[in-house]
């Protein structure tokens, strides 16, 4: 009987808290639906404040395109363009926390291309 009885409490108190999270559930079913997809041009805001150099000048216009289909779309290979003519184009990584990482930069410079160690890194991306 006693059983029975800390049974029943039991299966009560489980469905009880169900039902009360399954009405959160909801509220994040709409926090998705509103968040910010990830786009190209908002990608290109972000990157093109990477300076040319430690202390440089902002970029004055970012051209970035995904290669990948799903998620973060990572990589991303992005062209900033800078006063003068400058042009660094990075391989760009996007974490999950909205941060960017840029590697294997490529210079283009008075009809030149050469390879750099340069890398960009910064925040913050809306990210799905």
Not at 25 to 39: D, E, H, K, P, W
Not at 54 to 61: H, T
Not at 77 to 85: E, S
């Amino acid at each position: 009987m006693i059983i029975t009885g800390l049974l029943l409490i039991l299966g009560l108190t489980s469905f009880l808290f169900v039902r009360i999270e399954a009405g959160q559930g909801g509220t994040f079913v709409i926090a998705q639906r509103t968040a910010q997809r990830l786009t190209a041009a908002g990608v290109d805001r972000i990157v093109r404040t990477a300076p040319e150099n430690r202390g440089g000048r902002r970029g004055l216009r970012a051209s970035c395109t995904s290669s990948g289909h799903v998620g973060l779309r990572n990589p991303w290979r992005c062209l900033i363009t800078y006063a003068g003519g400058l042009r660094l184009q990075y391989t760009v990584q996007i974490r999950l926390n909205g941060s960017y990482l840029g590697t294997y930069q490529v210079i283009y410079r008075n009809g030149q291309v050469t390879h750099g160690d340069g890398q960009i890194s910064g925040c913050c991306i809306t990210v799905p």
